[in-house]
């Protein structure tokens, strides 16, 4: 089982990663995601289930950005 501080830094780096896609759906994904953090933090009392649902939602990010390579 993957720890807080291991979940952590694989969603930095997906972040990062995504971040820099020049695709504008990728970029708009990733700004509805920005705003859905906050939610994570607030409705997830553990702080690794608010990582995990981060990760989740990058993956989905991911999953359009490959797609439209």
Do not use: C, W
């Amino acid at each position: 089982m993957a720890t807080l501080d291991e979940l952590t830094a694989t969603v930095a780096r997906m972040e990062a990663r995504l971040g820099v896609s020049e695709s504008q759906e990728v970029q708009t994904l990733l700004t509805h995601y920005r705003l859905l953090l906050p939610r994570f933090n607030q409705d997830l009392a553990d702080p690794r289930d608010a990582a995990l649902a981060a990760s989740a939602a990058l993956m989905l990010i991911q999953s359009v950005a490959q797609a439209k390579k």
